[in-house]
C-alpha cells in the first residue's frame, strides 16, 4: 500500500533506507509546545538541542528545570538532561549544523489585521537557513506552530532555500507536524497521542518522521502539508464548537427545570452517531422530516424563554448559505438545462420532506431552467403530495414545485444525463457513478462525494467543499 500521495512538486525523490541511529532533534522555541517536545523526545532516545532566544528558558532548560507549570515536565526534562540527552543554546544555526531534524516551535500571534504574524516564523527561518548552509547532509525542517494553510511552504520553505542555496525535497526536507497536546496533561498526551499527522512532500522526511514517532505511534497520518497545516485549525474550532454548544443547550435547558448535565452524560454515551464521524463529512445541506423541524423548534422554545443561543441560531443560516452556494455553482456554468441525481433528502428512501435539492430546483425552475430528475426511490407515479403539504411552512421550494415536480421526474436514468448541460448529483447511487464516469463532455457538480478520491474519474467534478 502506498504510504501517502507523493508530491508533484518533489516526485522525484525516492525513499531512503531506515537510519540506524536515532535523529538528534533541535527544537526552535521553547514556550510551551517546545519545551513539553524536547522533554519527550529526550525521553525516546533523542539528543535534543533546545533553542530560544530568551536566556532565562535556555538556562532552565539546560538545568534540566520546566519553565512552565506542567505535570511530569520539570522530571522528563531532568532525566534528559542527566542522561545527556538535553542540552539549550541560543545559537540557532549552531543547534541546526549539530542535528538531523528541527522542530519549529515558535509563536504565531495574531496580526493587527486579524491574521497570522509571520515575524517569528520568518526569524527562525533565517537562522536555520544559515545553519544548513554550514553543514552537508540531508536536514529535516518540521514546522508545528498553527499556522494557515500554504505558510510552511510559502513562508519557511523560500527563505530556507534562498539562504542556503538549497533545494527543499532535494537538500532538505520539509514537514508539517501539528501538536495535539492538552495543557496539563501534555507528557500524557504525547506518549499517548490520539493521531500523529505528517504532513510532508517527500519520502525520505516521511520515513525520518515516522521512525521518530515509531514508539508512542506505529500508524501515524500521512498527508499533504496544506491538509496538516489545516487540520490544526480545524481541530480547535471544533472544540471550541463543542464547549459552545454544550452551554448552549445548558442555557436552553435551565428554565424547563431540566438537568442539562444529565441530558449531556447521555448524549455523550451515543457512540456510533453523536461522537463519531457520522454527519462529519463535507457535502450538501441537511434536510429531512427531523433536523431542519427539530432546530426550528429549539429556536423557538429559546425564544420564548428569553434565551440567546447564537450558535444553535444560525444553524439554519449556515444550511440556507450552504444551498445558496450550489444554486450559484449551477449558475455559474451557464447552463439551461440541468439533470438532478437524488431528489429524496437521502438514498434509499423516498421522503422528499424538506430535501435541500428542492429548494435548489425551485430557484432554478423560478429562472426558466429545464430540470429533469432521476431518484432510485421515486417515480412520476410515487405520492408526493401529503409529504409535500406536511412542510408548507418549512420548505419554500418544495411547496413551489408542488404540482410540477412530477412532470419533472423521469424513470429513464440515461434521459436524465443525456439531456443535461449539467448534472447534479446528491446521492451516492453506484449507478449514478457509472453514469457520471461517462460524462467527459460537461460538467458535474458533485453535492455527495461520489468519489473517496480524485483521480477516480475523468469527468470534471466540482462539490461545494472540493
Known amino acids: 500500500m502506498e504510504l501517502f500521495k507523493l508530491d508533484p512538486r518533489t516526485a522525484d525523490i525516492v525513499a531512503q533506507p531506515k537510519t540506524a541511529a536515532k535523529s538528534a532533534i533541535s527544537v526552535v522555541g521553547l514556550g510551551y509546545v517546545g519545551a513539553v517536545s524536547v522533554a519527550c523526545l529526550s525521553s525516546l532516545g ?5 533553542v530560544d532566544v530568551d536566556p532565562r528558558k535556555v538556562e532552565q532548560i539546560a538545568a534540566g528545570e520546566s519553565p512552565i507549570h506542567e505535570k511530569d515536565l520539570g522530571e522528563t526534562l531532568a532525566a534528559g538532561v542527566s542522561a545527556g540527552l538535553v542540552e539549550a543554546t541560543d545559537d540557532l544555526e549552531a543547534a541546526v549544523w549539530g542535528t538531523d531534524v528541527t522542530f519549529v516551535s515558535v509563536g504565531t500571534p495574531t496580526a493587527a489585521d486579524g491574521g497570522c504574524d509571520y515575524r517569528y516564523i520568518e526569524a527562525a527561518a533565517e537562522g536555520m537557513a544559515r545553519g544548513l548552509r554550514r553543514k552537508q547532509g540531508f536536514h529535516v525542517f518540521v514546522m508545528r506552530c498553527s499556522i494557515p494553510p500554504g505558510t510552511t511552504l510559502s513562508v519557511m520553505a ?6 542556503s542555496g538549497r533545494k527543499a525535497g532535494r ?3 520539509i514537514c508539517f507536524n501539528p501538536e495535539f497536546l492538552r495543557e496539563g496533561v501534555a507528557i500524557a498526551d504525547f506518549h499517548n497521542p490520539p493521531k500523529t499527522v505528517i504532513g510532508t512532500t517527500d519520502l525520505r522526511s516521511a520515513e525520518i518522521l515516522r521512525e521518530i514517532y515509531a514508539p508512542v505511534d506505529p500508524n501515524p497520518i500521512f498527508t499533504t502539508i496544506e491538509a496538516a497545516e489545516m487540520v490544526k485549525y480545524v481541530d480547535n474550532v471544533w472544540h471550541a464548537t463543542k464547549v459552545c454548544f454544550a452551554n448552549e443547550v445548558g442555557r436552553l435547558c435551565k428554565p424547563s427545570g431540566v438537568d442539562s448535565r444529565e441530558v449531556m452524560d447521555i448524549f455523550t454515551q451515543d457512540h456510533k452517531l453523536n461522537l463519531s464521524a457520522y454527519y462529519l463529512k463535507p457535502g450538501f445541506a441537511y434536510g429531512g422530516s427531523c433536523l431542519p423541524k427539530e432546530v426550528r423548534a429549539v429556536q423557538h422554545m429559546a425564544e420564548a424563554a ?3 443561543l447564537p450558535m444553535i441560531g444560525n444553524l439554519e443560516r449556515s444550511n440556507r448559505e450552504h444551498i445558496d452556494e450550489a444554486i450559484r455553482m449551477i449558475r ?6 440541468v439533470g438532478i441525481l437524488g431528489l429524496a433528502f437521502k438514498p434509499g428512501t423516498d421522503d422528499l420532506r424538506e430535501s435541500p435539492i428542492l429548494e435548489v430546483m425551485a430557484a432554478l425552475h423560478e429562472e426558466g431552467i429545464a430540470l429533469r430528475v432521476h431518484d432510485q426511490a421515486i417515480t412520476p407515479d410515487t405520492p408526493l403530495e401529503g409529504q409535500l403539504a406536511y412542510v408548507r411552512h418549512g420548505s419554500t421550494g418544495g411547496a413551489a414545485l408542488a404540482e410540477k415536480l412530477p ?16 448534472l447534479v448529483v446528491t446521492h451516492a447511487d453506484p449507478a449514478y457513478r457509472k453514469a457520471v464516469r ?3 463532455n460537461r460538467a458535474v457538480i458533485d453535492l455527495v462525494g461520489l468519489f473517496d478520491e480524485r483521480g477516480q474519474t475523468e469527468t470534471r467534478l466540482e462539490g461545494i467543499g472540493w
Open 46 to 50: 533523542h539528543r535534543c538541542v533546545g
Open 332 to 337: 455559474a456554468t451557464g447552463a439551461r438545462r
Open 158 to 163: 523560500p527563505i530556507i532555500e534562498r539562504i
Open 407 to 422: 412532470s419533472l421526474l423521469r424513470d429513464d436514468l440515461n434521459e436524465v444525463v443525456e439531456g443535461a448541460e449539467v
Open 171 to 173: 537538500d532538505f526536507g
Open 306 to 308: 428569553g434565551i440567546d
Open 438 to 440: 461517462r460524462c467527459h
